[in-house]
């Protein structure tokens, strides 16, 4: 039996968070995931919006957590040496009603001193950004909100969280919880483990979690959204995110400059399972939103559809919960319950807030030791041409591209893989190769050569995403 | 660096547009191309139909790519391979990187000969899951010959173009069960003797106004949804692979935003799809005696 003070259920962008924060403590954390990686759940598909605060009740911990993330989100993305564009954003209404949630917005806003919040009229708007729909009357314009990629923000904080002490296992679900005289026992399909404070941040499984030891006040009810992503050279691309409040009060729409280059759009509202399965009905509803609100843009350079799940928090009798929901039904047992959208925003704020409490009920003592830091790995695209010449002097492997449409070298890649890439979408959440607008179809097949080759393991066992997703040989027998 | 003529891309026709520039008297010819091999797409089409035109013989890809080769070696034109353009610019430089270093270039006159890139099924307003198993024809067919990668065992071709057709054949002869080629339009997409060599003879199901509407199977394939466009009618259909051939996109990239300069033309699948290596070979080799010409005087 391993023996922790800590013990995070799942690696998710609250998991890998929580972790991190943890090591600011003398504490031994251990990190457990049940798939072969961290953020492939929830945090791997969102809309990637970093808030600026003004959605929420004034004073509501989401509000005040999501001004204080917000504010607090270019160092973060500094320390972890992730990208972050703070492109602003604008929240547009085409009548009367959409109108008054914008008024009703910046009040918020203002009472939560959002900085530089500004209500424009139509023309105003499309004097910032000319693409906007002639419909467009007005838009509350806020120069904070970003965007960030969610999983490189995860991965980021699960390497500073390992460079920090803390243990990574990943391959290992939690099966239950067991109360013990010292604290708890954490039954996994792998071995088990003993501790003495439990942060249960199981995303789309927390309350099941939670219910293997205690009732859970909050069930979590999924349903599912969809998004398309337009090529990173599409005609009259917004500069800021674009988020759209329909008249009729239906789902808002959201188009975001990504830190890629690429368009993100959507998503869609609808019921849903946990299997991240795309609907046509989706899909249309995403394109018909977009040649609303963005006229110009060319749908016909979409490279991708996919599908996300929200992780609905709701009461018993079915009512639906507005808050972050931080149950603590226990001594020493905290779960994060259907942590929804800004999640991602308050990543590093939740991750605080959650190992602050552990803390403080271990009496743990600050670490000294510990590094917020992390170096991402180098990439070769954006470097100036006299530093891709010297890195390409140092190491060779830099000189040689092998995902073209997103240029991505094969030293980039031989780096994901020593950072723990064991599948290619591991490779392509590292690197960003397979991202562009050939889908993979060009690199995929050298990156599973070189993916086989470093782990040492026959091509036929290369998997897209973990087990049972074989690249190659067709269907696995047993399945 | 310096050089008179900048090729992009030792395809057909970045090759054929070399030689005819080389023998119109230009003696300062750098081709280049990221693979490690000349030849493009050539050396991964094993089947013969290559150089008709050309050679009066049917060769395979890889005869002809080795053909063009040789006649490229009796020259003088430096080529680079394993080396990407990173970047062309609007002064005439173009950077370029390979493993022995990045370095920039000079040049009076450019030929993109770039190819085409397939259009990869994320175009595609499909539903369902995006599990592992697919692959573009192009991609499937490097795999199979250039890599020895097996694809999968029942596999569904989603477009009838020649590619497609092709590739259905190909997936058969190395004993696969391909169970249709389902094509949108009303009827195959691809030359009628592809039909007639890569179809008809193996009884593959080609299935018209159709389509795959939805993917199934959370991690590896396991079936796709087709969809009738005329009645709307579905049908599930198990399959553990799909090899797409959705057509085929000039790349050009590279050059985007410099406008129509008059030192940049453009020659083989980058300008227009060719159906034909000897077609594209045929444009970019007068293209090539002309740019060739010029710099020549
Ligand atoms: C559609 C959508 C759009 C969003 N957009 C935004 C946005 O624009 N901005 C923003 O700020 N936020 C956004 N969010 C919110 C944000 O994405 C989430 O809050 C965040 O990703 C939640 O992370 P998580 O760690 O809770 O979940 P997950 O990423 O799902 O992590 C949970 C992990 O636990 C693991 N796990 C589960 N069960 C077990 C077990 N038994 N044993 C071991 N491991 C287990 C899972 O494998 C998984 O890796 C959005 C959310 C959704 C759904
Ligand atoms: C998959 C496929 C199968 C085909 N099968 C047949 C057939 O069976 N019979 C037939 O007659 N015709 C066939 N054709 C058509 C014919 O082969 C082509 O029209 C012809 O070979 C195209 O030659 P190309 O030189 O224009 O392009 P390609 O052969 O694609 O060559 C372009 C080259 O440019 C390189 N390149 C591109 N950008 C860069 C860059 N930035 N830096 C460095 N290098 C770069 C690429 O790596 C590539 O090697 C097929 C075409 C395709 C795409």
């Given at each position: 039996?391993?023996e ?31 798939r072969e ?12 919006i ?78 910032l ?50 109360k013990?005289a010292?604290?708890y ?66 789902k ?5 400059p ?14 849903g ?14 394109r018909e ?45 905290w ?9 991602l ?8 807030f ?40 140092s ?12 240029d ?72 | ?12 026709a ?17 081709l ?52 990407e ?93 391909v ?6 339009g ?112």
């Open positions: 039996m391993r922790f003070d800590v013990v995070v259920i799942g690696g998710g962008l609250l998991g890998c968070f929580a972790a991190r924060n943890l090591c600011r403590r003398k504490l031994h954390i251990a990190l457990i995931e049940a990686d961290v953020c492939t759940g929830v945090s791997r598909a969102n809309t990637a970093v808030y600026p605060g003004y959605d929420h009740k004034p004073g509501s911990l989401k509000a005040e957590m999501t001004v204080r993330a917000n504010t607090r989100f270019a160092e973060l993305c500094t320390e972890l040496d992730v990208p972050f564009s703070r492109c602003g954003s604008l929240m547009l209404s085409c009548g009367e009603r959409a109108d008054a949630v914008l008024r009703e917005k910046y009040r918020n806003g203002l009472s939560m001193a959002v900085p530089g919040l500004r209500l424009l009229s139509g023309e105003e708007a499309r004097e950004e000319p693409s906007l729909a002639p419909g467009v009357r007005s838009a509350l314009y806020a120069p904070t909100a970003g965007t960030v990629n969610p999983w490189e923000l995860g991965i980021a904080a699960s390497e500073n969280a390992a460079a920090n002490g803390a243990d990574l296992f990943l391959n290992t679900r939690v099966l239950g919880v067991r013990t010292e604290g026992r954490i039954e996994t399909d792998r071995e088990v483990f003993a501790c003495r404070a439990v942060l249960n941040c199981a995303g789309l499984y927390a309350d099941k979690v939670q219910e293997t030891l205690f009732p859970s006040e909050v069930h979590i009810v999924p349903d599912g959204a969809d998004y398309l992503i337009l090529d990173r050279v599409t005609d009259n691309r917004p500069a800021h995110i674009i988020q759209y409040e329909p008249e009729d009060g239906g808002g729409f959201n188009a975001v990504t830190v890629e280059g690429s368009l993100l759009l959507g998503p869609s509202e609808r019921a399972e946990v299997d991240f399965a795309v609907s046509e009905q989706g899909l249309a509803f995403v939103r977009a040649e609303f609100v963005l006229p110009g843009l060319d749908l016909g350079g979409t490279i991708r559809s996919f599908a996300a799940v929200r992780p609905n928090p709701r009461r018993e009798d079915g009512s639906s919960i507005g808050s972050f929901v931080i149950e603590h039904p226990a001594p020493g047992f779960s994060m319950i259907g942590i929804k959208t800004p999640g925003t308050c990543a590093d704020e939740l991750g605080r959650a190992a602050e409490q552990a803390a403080a009920f271990l009496n743990a003592g600050p670490d000294e030791s510990f590094d917020p830091r992390r170096r991402g790995i180098r990439k070769a695209r954006g470097m100036s041409w006299e530093q891709r010449a010297a890195v390409i002097r190491d060779p492997d830099y000189g040689e591209v092998v995902c073209c449409c997103e991505i070298t094969k030293a980039e890649v031989l780096e994901a893989v020593r950072r723990g890439a064991v599948t290619l979408d591991g490779i392509k959440r590292r690197t960003g190769a397979c991202m562009g607008r050939c889908q993979g179809s060009r690199c995929q097949q050298k990156l599973l050569a070189l993916l086989a080759r470093e782990l040492g393991i026959p091509e036929s066992a290369v998997t897209k995403d973990g087990a049972g997703s074989e690249v190659l040989g067709g269907r696995p027998h047993e399945d | 660096m310096k050089t008179e003529l900048l090729i992009v891309g030792a395809g057909a970045g090759i054929a547009a070399a030689l005819a520039a080389w023998e119109a008297g230009c003696r300062d010819i750098l280049v191309d990221r693979r490690e091999r000349p030849g493009g797409i050539l050396p991964q089409c094993l089947h013969e139909g290559f150089g008709l035109a050309a050679y009066g013989a049917e060769l395979t890809g890889p005869a002809y790519a080795d053909r063009i080769t040789e006649r490229l070696a009796q020259t003088g034109v430096r080529l680079a391979l394993g080396t353009v990173l970047a062309v610019r609007g002064d005439k430089t173009a950077v370029l990187s390979g493993r022995g270093g990045l370095s920039e270039w000079r040049f009076e006159r450019l030929i993109l000969a770039s190819g085409c890139r397939e259009r990869s099924i994320g175009s595609l307003p499909v539903a369902g899951t995006r599990p592992a198993g697919i692959f573009t024809a192009g991609q499937a067919q490097e795999m199979m010959n250039l890599r020895g990668q097996d694809v999968g065992r029942e596999v569904l071709i989603l477009g009838s173009g020649d590619l497609g057709l092709i590739m259905a054949r190909q997936l058969v002869l190395a004993g696969k069960h169970i249709a080629v389902i094509e949108q009303p009827r195959c997409g691809g030359m009628a003797r592809n039909y007639r060599r890569c179809i008809e003879p193996y009884q593959i199901p080609l299935r018209c106004r159709t389509t795959v509407s939805a993917l199934h199977g959370e991690r590896r394939l396991r079936g796709v949804t087709l969809r009738n466009l005329d009645s709307g009618a579905e049908e599930l259909l198990p399959c553990d692979t799909l090899v797409t051939a959705l057509g085929l996109i000039p790349e050009r990239e590279l050059v985007r935003g410099l406008g129509d300069p008059d030192w940049l033309s453009y020659v083989g699948n980058c300008h227009r799809v060719h159906d034909l290596a000897d077609s594209a070979a045929a444009e970019a080799e007068a293209i090539g005696t002309r740019v060739g010409g010029e710099l020549a005087v």
